[in-house]
């Protein structure tokens, strides 16, 4: 308790410490939300809750990890990772997806679930369980009395790679055929088949994209703090969180909600401790749950 | 290549099996002239600890082909060779005991080698307890093993609350010869939440107790950890005298990617895991001056008959396995080696494969090593060896304390890199 009042002090002793949280809260907030909006797109379109969303981030990791090792410069593996990691995506939807996305909820979920272990086994078996990075020859710029902020440009990179990334995917879903299909098919797959639109097509364009979206935040991630086959789980479990919070479908909203989920979660880790940071990431899940019942409690809803 | 050689795993995996299951109809199985002695492990080649579990996979491999090529083992007037069975733990503390049953009970071992990581020997321990099995272990550290009256279990290492425990003696030291009280030193914590990192955590603080140290950030890291910019926030708003990490390899790493990053500025830093994290490699001279904890070095000097002197253990090891070039040993396969040794020695001077004459030569173990020297308590730790801290000075790991074994003088204070 002692700690936690120190900590909240700190706070109003330095003030200086509330925009460095907020910084490295946002940066890897822009992560997050890059994550979870590939989980919006699959959840939207096919209404596949995708518990290997996670593990793709990291697979988009060691493929950058793995590139840069053969000599390919650091930046360009996250263009490469988008592309292999389509490719990863379109053979998963193949072999595993298409099978279960008309079946129920429980179906996907058990399918995604095991798709996420085996995922994290075969990158042990290749890569082995330590930690790896990129280590990117940039400077780190710091601000502020005794450089109290640090920004290292590496991480300035990638939160901008990741906002090209973003607002890329939106100006195609919005401009593209293929979009169009895609934004269809999310509002009525029966429809959109009537009206010839090659659904199974589109699910298997959707799924690549979400890969490769994934594959490409991987990518970043890798460059700007560490990998491990195992750490899937924590982006699978943001994305989750951001998803259920922006609600489907409402792109703004998910990285609204991403920026947020980053720098709340740095702001518990401060003062809580970090030990707590995930933690705080499933309590806020809860509590927006609950507001949104709140909210549509007076609403008229049948289950499905 | 690295897919190449997971394939070939999988399969000798499955040749082994089948072997294994032929061997069991024949009476004895013979290896290299003699009769083979068959000893169970649990250990993790997949999952988190993989890495470890594999330096100690081969720290034990090595031993037993030293061994072997030595002649064997002599009991009474026969020759004997160790043959392992392994099973692959997952790092799950649940699987590790349903293995350690398996192996009891199906493959009918009578002796057991450890897991990695004091949480599988924590779930192992029971097992081997209930059966009255002996099993001397090279990786599970946490005192919390040798505090359950357990009677077959022999740990060859030192345990973890001594692992960080001298950093806090060094930083009295050095406020000492600064002029200032030892009470004064200022101390930030951050471990794991595994039974191992507590355990060095509660060494820490016990120490800074003794000088009347005061802690000023006390902070468990998550499992999955990959940022630890919160508490290097407070490290820098708060200006401790030591800064202590213990997160296995990936707290090794996210540390010092981030005390650099972050221009991290304290004037003692220790970790446990540097070397298995490979920090030097990875970060460069971010990582100068950084203290590590380890059981064993190859420089110290240490020597018995079968293996040489450290460093030449450390030669010949990295001569066996290719893995190694251009890496430092870690102590992790010096130790597994290690626990073979003892071993073989047990069983040397009880003169029987019985394995209650094995466990009391066990307890009356007292034994030179390369990787130091053994002896167990009561309880079934080693209590005879001394935790090592070194520095990274330029890239290399020297050692500066306890005194007695310091070939080098520690730099104090760090300037941050």
Redesign the interface.
Known sequence: MDQILSNIGLLFEFPIVNLKILIDGLMIGALFALAAYGLALVWGVMNVKNLAQGDFVICGGYVAWYLAGLGLPPLMGVPAAFIIMWGIGWVCYKVVISRVIERDLFTSLLATFGLAIMIAQILNLLFGSDTQSIKLEYATLYFGENDFIDVPIAKLIGVCMAAVLAIGVIIFMKRSRMGQAIRATAQDARAARVLGIDTEKVYAFTFSLNSAICGAAGAIIVMVWLIQPFYGITYAIRSFVIVTAAGLGNLPGVIAAGLGIGALEQYGAHIFGIGYQQAIAVLLLLLVLVIRLIQQRRKRQSLQ | M??LS?ITACLSGSVLLFSGAAFSADEAKQINGCEALTLGAAISL??????NG?HAKNGYEFAISKISEAGGINIGDKCYNFDVIYYDDE?KGDRGATLAERLINQDKVQYMLGPYSSGLTKAIAPVTEKYQIPMVEAEGASRSLFNKGYKYLFAVLSTSEQYLASAVALAAEKAEEAGKDASSVKIAV?VE?DPFSLDIRAGVLEDAKKFGMKAVI?????R????????L??V???KPDLLIVSGH??GA??AV?QIG???INVPMIALTHCEA??VTG??GDTANDILCSTQWAESLSYEDALFGTASNYEQEFKATFSDYDGKKVPYQSAQATAAVYVFKDAFERAGTTDKEAVREALTATDLQTFYGPIKFSEAGNNIAKPMVLRQIQDGEYNVVAPSAFASHKVNWPREAQ
């Open positions: 690295k897919i997971a997949t999952g988190k600890y993989a890495t594999i790092s951050a939440n006390d902070e468990k890291l998550p999955d950890l990959s940022d630890m910019s919160a508490i926030t407070k820098k708003l708060l390899s990936k790493a996210t990617r990053e972050m221009k994290a490979d990875k970060f």
